[in-house]
């Protein structure tokens, strides 16, 4: 008894130890401080690009010449405007009405990242494969167009959710469920369903993609369930085999017991007393004691 509950508790041991969750929040594993240094360089690069600007226009930067593949754009807005209107296709990203800043910024300018083929570099996502660049899209004060390494302003929409499109989006391998995924910037990762048209939702600012489990990770998923597989076939087996024993032994008992009693008969009647479950000859102290099989014939 005792190995069959070591047995089944082996068993869940390992079923826990392979059935990891794949949606949910987690911690990023990358670089956290590479990502807003990242991000602090384009901001100065984005806010470049604010020459003169125009209030609800936006205007493309020009990333540094060392990270050439990156996209950026920057747009200043009305606190006021924003809230009561929203931005209708800003690149990717659809902003309804309702989005309000905090803390309260008379102005404020969206930076606008495309991180291209750098997104794996600043966006490692280990086990999974990204179908799109990694697109991101900050707040920051808008009324010092030369300010440099500004924090960013929290946004968050109080009505409908923020839309991203991802329109070039990489084919998904088949039998993957693609998922959102968004990197908060605190270095935390949150998955969610890909909606119809392959949108993404967000009531936040941050960094956002869509991603599938790597096919090396399913390999290694598949592998572990042949291994969990063996292992539990290998317990019953030998659960059963155990079982098989015990149930022969006893067998065995009830014969040789059977025997002996037979070859009591021919004698004299022995009482029979019970240990345990088995039933077995005893006789008083003075009488010829019972021996074992055929060696005794009285
Ligand atoms: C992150 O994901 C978890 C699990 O899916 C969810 O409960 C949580 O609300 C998400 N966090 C945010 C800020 O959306
Ligand atoms: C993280 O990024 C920073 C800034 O880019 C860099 O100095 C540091 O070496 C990186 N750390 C690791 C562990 O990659
Ligand atoms: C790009 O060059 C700047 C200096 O001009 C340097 O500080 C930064 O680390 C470089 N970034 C990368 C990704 O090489
Ligand atoms: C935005 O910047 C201006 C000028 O630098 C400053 O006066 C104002 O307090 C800032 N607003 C916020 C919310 O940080
Ligand atoms: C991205 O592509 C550009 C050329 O388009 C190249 O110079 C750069 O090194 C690439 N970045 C990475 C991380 O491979
Ligand atoms: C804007 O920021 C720049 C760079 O930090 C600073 O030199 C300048 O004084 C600021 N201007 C105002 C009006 O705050
Ligand atoms: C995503 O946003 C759209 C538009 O506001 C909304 O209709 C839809 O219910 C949202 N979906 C989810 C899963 O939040």
Known sequence: MGLLIQSIST???????????LSGSAQNPGNLSGARTLDAVLQEHGFGALVRPKTGISYDGTAPSNLTGVKISALRLHS??????????YKEFDIPKG???????????FVYQNLGNWSDAYYPLPGFTYLAPILGLLAYNGSNLSATSLPELNIMAS????????????GAPSESTPKCVWFNLHGSVNFSSLLLGNKCNTTQQGHFSVVVVA??????SKKNWIIVGSVVGGLLLLSLLAVLALWTKKQWYKRRILDMERASDAGEALSMTTIGDIRTPSANGTRTQPALEHDYVP
């Open 159 to 170: 009505q409908d959710p923020i839309s991203i499109s991802f329109s070039n989006m990489g």
């Open 80 to 89: 006021g405007s924003l809230k009561a209107r929203g931005v209708s296709h």
């Open 11 to 21: 068993i869940f041991l390992w079923l826990s130890l392979f059935g990891m969750p």
């Open 99 to 109: 989005v309000i800043v905090a803390p309260y910024s008379q102005r404020l300018v």
């Open 215 to 220: 096919v090396s990770e399913k390999r290694k």
